[in-house]
């Protein structure tokens, strides 16, 4: 995988609906779909989320999967698979070309 791919907006800034932006300083950010997501990220055979943190606010009806993110990884397809620090799948992001 190459730091180049991941950059860019993964998901749908539609509210209530999950997403992550790669920022080629080392940043990432994004949401849950209802509370903000901030950290860190390093390159290695697969994305790991360094420090990610987020706002902690009640949203009733919201999936706030995207918030126990520990890695990530490239499928073959082109999306993003995320997971937790147990390697569980949490769920994936599709990478939106439209806006990276």
Do not use: H, P, Y
């Given at each position: 995988?190459?730091?180049?791919?991941?950059?860019?907006l993964?998901?749908?800034?539609i509210p209530k609906?999950p997403w992550?932006e790669?920022?080629d300083?080392?940043?990432?950010?994004?949401?849950?779909?209802c509370?903000?997501l901030f950290?860190?990220?390093?390159?290695a055979?697969?994305?790991?989320?360094?420090?990610?943190?987020?706002?902690?606010?009640f949203?009733?009806?919201?999936d706030?999967?995207?918030?126990?993110?520990?890695t990530?990884?490239?499928l073959?397809?082109?999306s993003?698979?995320i997971f937790d620090?147990?390697?569980?799948e949490?769920?994936?992001?599709?990478?939106?070309?439209?806006?990276s």
């Open positions: 995988m190459t730091a180049q791919a991941l950059l860019g993964w998901g749908s800034k609906r992550l790669f920022l300083d080392g940043k990432v950010v994004g949401s849950d779909g509370n903000r950290g860190t990220w390093s390159e055979q697969d994305v790991e989320f360094i420090a990610l943190a987020g706002t902690r606010m949203c009733e009806g919201v706030d999967w995207l918030a126990r993110a520990s990530g990884k490239l073959d397809d082109g993003l698979a620090q147990d390697k569980n949490l769920g994936i992001l599709v990478k939106d070309d439209q806006n």
